[in-house]
C-alpha cells in the first residue's frame, strides 16, 4: 500500500500513514497499483509544487483535498533512463509550473517510491548516472580542454552549459567521453510550447539561454575530431542550448565531411524536428550516422498545438525518415511523454502504423518537460481509452522496434 508525500510550507517533505497517495494520469485521478511504483533511483530528486495542495484518499475510501493547512504536492523529477508512468495528483492552480517532467510519488515500505520503470539498460543507466557529472574534476578539466582546442567558441558554449546548467552532453565533451553536444543553431523553424532556450515573457522561463552564434566549420570539427578521437562516442547536432540544427545543415554537413576526413572513429548524429526535408537530405548525402527525430505525436491534430512549426508540416517529418532509411541512416524517435496523452488509445494506433510505415528503428521515450495542466490545455481531447505508459511501450516492442 502507498501513501502521501505532501510538503510543508516551508518545502520540508513528509509522509503521512494515514491517507493513500493519490496520482493521475492526464486529467483523471487514481491510485496507483503497485507494479506502477518503484523505489526512486539513485539521482532522483524531490520538488515542491507550490500553491497545488495534494489529492489523497482518506480511511473511507474518499478521494479529497488533503486537509493540512499550508501542505503542498509534492513530485519526483527523475533522472534520465525511466519512463514516466504517472503525475503528481494534487489541486490545479492557475500559475504554471516550470519547464520540469513531474513524476507522482508516494511512500512505501519505508521509503519514497515513483511511477516510472527503466526502459534504459543497466549499462546505459550506470553510464548515465547523475553521480558521473558534476564532479570535482570537471574544472580541472575545463582548462585542460582550453588548452588543447585553444580559441574555440563552440568549447566556450559547452564549458558555460556545464558549469551553469549542469547539461550532461556538455559535460562529456569535458570529460571525453560517451555522447557530446556540438550545437550550432541559434534559430529554429518551431516554437515548441516546452522550448528549453527560449520562451514568450508570459510564460514560465527557459532553464538555458540559447546559443547566439554560428559556429565555423573550423570550430566544429576541431571539436568533434578531438572528442571522437579521444574516447567519446558519439558528437550530436541538436541541444537544449540551440534552435533546429539542420536549419545550418550546409555547415552541419561541411563539418561531417571535415570529421570523417580526419576520424572514421565514432557516430555523428543530429537530434532534429526533421522538418527542413533539405537540410535532412544535406547532412544523410554527408554520411550523417543517425538522426533523432523529436515529436511528441504522428497526429497532425496533437503534434501542431505543441510544436507550432514555421515553413513545415508533420508530412515534411515523415519524408524526412524516409528518406534517411532508404539512405541507410538509424533513425529513433525522440518521443516526447505526457501519461494519459500519449499513451491514448488513438495516439497509440497512428504511433505504431508510424513505426510500420517509417521503419525506424528505435523509440526513445522522452519525458516531457512541461506543466501537465499546460500540456492538456493545447492537446484535442481525448477520442479513446488510456491504456497505459507500459502498455504503450510493449505495443512498441511487439512490432520489433527497440525501446528506450
Given at each position: 500500500?502507498?501513501?502521501?508525500?505532501?510538503?510543508?510550507a516551508r518545502?520540508r517533505?513528509?509522509?503521512?500513514?494515514e491517507?493513500?497517495?493519490?496520482?493521475?494520469?492526464?486529467?483523471r485521478?487514481?491510485?496507483?497499483?503497485?507494479?506502477?511504483?518503484?523505489p526512486?533511483?539513485?539521482?532522483?530528486?524531490?520538488?515542491?509544487?507550490?500553491?497545488?495542495?495534494?489529492?489523497?484518499?482518506?480511511?473511507?475510501?474518499?478521494?479529497?483535498?488533503?486537509?493540512?493547512?499550508?501542505?503542498?504536492?509534492?513530485?519526483?523529477?527523475?533522472?534520465?533512463?525511466?519512463?514516466r508512468?504517472?503525475?503528481?495528483g494534487?489541486?490545479?492552480?492557475?500559475?504554471?509550473?516550470?519547464?520540469?517532467?513531474?513524476?507522482g510519488?508516494?511512500?512505501?515500505?519505508?521509503?519514497?517510491?515513483?511511477?516510472?520503470r527503466?526502459?534504459?539498460?543497466?549499462?546505459d543507466?550506470?553510464?548515465?548516472?547523475?553521480?558521473?557529472?558534476?564532479?570535482?574534476?570537471?574544472?580541472?578539466?575545463?582548462?585542460?580542454?582550453?588548452?588543447?582546442?585553444?580559441?574555440?567558441?563552440?568549447?566556450e558554449?559547452?564549458?558555460?552549459?556545464?558549469?551553469h546548467?549542469?547539461?550532461?552532453?556538455?559535460?562529456?565533451?569535458?570529460y571525453?567521453?560517451?555522447?557530446g553536444?556540438?550545437?550550432?543553431?541559434?534559430?529554429?523553424?518551431?516554437?515548441?510550447?516546452?522550448?528549453?532556450s527560449?520562451?514568450?515573457?508570459?510564460?514560465?522561463?527557459?532553464?538555458?539561454?540559447?546559443?547566439?552564434?554560428?559556429?565555423?566549420?573550423?570550430?566544429?570539427?576541431?571539436l568533434?575530431?578531438?572528442?571522437?578521437?579521444?574516447?567519446?562516442?558519439?558528437?550530436?547536432?541538436?541541444?537544449?542550448?540551440e534552435?533546429?540544427?539542420?536549419?545550418?545543415?550546409?555547415?552541419?554537413?561541411?563539418?561531417?565531411?571535415?570529421?570523417?576526413?580526419?576520424?572514421?572513429?565514432?557516430?555523428?548524429?543530429?537530434?532534429?524536428?526533421?522538418?527542413?526535408?533539405?537540410?535532412v537530405?544535406?547532412?544523410?548525402?554527408?554520411?550523417?550516422?543517425?538522426?533523432?527525430?523529436?515529436?511528441?505525436?504522428?497526429?497532425?491534430?496533437?503534434?501542431?498545438?505543441?510544436?507550432?512549426?514555421a515553413?513545415?508540416?508533420l508530412?515534411?517529418?515523415?519524408?524526412?525518415?524516409?528518406?534517411?532509411?532508404?539512405?541507410g541512416?538509424?533513425v529513433?524517435?525522440?518521443?516526447?511523454?505526457?501519461?494519459?496523452?500519449t499513451?491514448?488509445?488513438?495516439?497509440?494506433?497512428?504511433?505504431l502504423?508510424?513505426?510500420?510505415?517509417t521503419?525506424?528503428?528505435?523509440v526513445?521515450?522522452?519525458?516531457?518537460?512541461?506543466?501537465?495542466?499546460?500540456?492538456?490545455a493545447?492537446?484535442?481531447?481525448?477520442?479513446?481509452?488510456?491504456?497505459?505508459?507500459?502498455?504503450l511501450?510493449?505495443?512498441?516492442?511487439?512490432?520489433?522496434?527497440?525501446?528506450?
Amino acid at each position: 500500500m502507498s501513501y502521501l508525500v505532501y510538503a510543508d510550507a516551508r518545502g520540508r517533505v513528509y509522509e503521512d500513514l494515514e491517507y493513500r497517495a493519490v496520482l493521475r494520469t492526464g486529467d483523471r485521478l487514481l491510485v496507483p497499483e503497485d507494479e506502477e511504483l518503484m523505489p526512486m533511483p539513485s539521482g532522483g530528486s524531490l520538488v515542491v509544487l507550490p500553491g497545488r495542495a495534494p489529492i489523497a484518499l482518506n480511511a473511507k475510501g474518499q478521494m479529497l483535498r488533503y486537509p493540512r493547512h499550508g501542505a503542498q504536492a509534492v513530485a519526483a523529477l527523475l533522472p534520465q533512463g525511466y519512463l514516466r508512468l504517472l503525475l503528481p495528483g494534487y489541486s490545479r492552480t492557475q500559475d504554471r509550473l516550470p519547464l520540469f517532467g513531474y513524476t507522482g510519488v508516494a511512500w512505501r515500505d519505508g521509503q519514497f517510491f515513483v511511477a516510472a520503470r527503466a526502459v534504459a539498460s543497466t549499462a546505459d543507466l550506470a553510464r548515465w548516472a547523475p553521480a558521473s557529472f558534476n564532479t570535482t574534476l570537471l574544472a580541472e578539466l575545463v582548462e585542460v580542454r582550453r588548452a588543447e582546442l585553444g580559441k574555440n567558441r563552440v568549447l566556450e558554449q559547452l564549458i558555460h552549459c556545464s558549469l551553469h546548467y549542469g547539461c550532461f552532453t556538455a559535460q562529456n565533451i569535458i570529460y571525453r567521453r560517451l555522447e557530446g553536444a556540438l550545437p550550432i543553431s541559434p534559430h529554429c523553424n518551431a516554437s515548441c510550447v516546452g522550448c528549453i532556450s527560449l520562451q514568450s515573457s508570459e510564460c514560465c522561463p527557459a532553464p538555458q539561454n540559447r546559443i547566439s552564434f554560428v559556429p565555423t566549420k573550423d570550430e566544429g570539427v576541431r571539436l568533434a575530431v578531438a572528442h571522437l578521437s579521444g574516447g567519446g562516442d558519439m558528437v550530436s547536432f541538436g541541444q537544449g542550448c540551440e534552435g533546429e540544427p539542420l536549419l545550418q545543415a550546409e555547415l552541419a554537413a561541411d563539418i561531417i565531411r571535415g570529421v570523417r576526413g580526419e576520424t572514421k572513429e565514432g557516430r555523428i548524429n543530429a537530434n532534429t524536428n526533421a522538418g527542413y526535408l533539405a537540410g535532412v537530405k544535406k547532412v544523410v548525402d554527408a554520411g550523417i550516422d543517425s538522426l533523432r527525430v523529436s515529436l511528441n505525436s504522428v497526429r497532425q491534430e496533437s503534434y501542431d498545438p505543441y510544436y507550432r512549426p514555421a515553413g513545415y508540416t508533420l508530412a515534411d517529418v515523415v519524408k524526412s525518415i524516409h528518406y534517411a532509411r532508404e539512405h541507410g541512416v538509424y533513425v529513433a524517435l525522440n518521443l516526447l511523454s505526457m501519461p494519459g496523452v500519449t499513451d491514448r488509445e488513438e495516439e497509440v494506433a497512428a504511433l505504431l502504423a508510424f513505426l510500420t510505415a517509417t521503419k525506424v528503428n528505435q523509440v526513445q521515450f522522452r519525458n516531457l518537460n512541461l506543466d501537465p495542466d499546460h500540456y492538456l490545455a493545447v492537446q484535442p481531447r481525448a477520442q479513446g481509452e488510456i491504456i497505459g505508459m507500459v502498455a504503450l511501450a510493449e505495443s512498441v516492442q511487439a512490432l520489433g522496434v527497440s525501446v528506450r
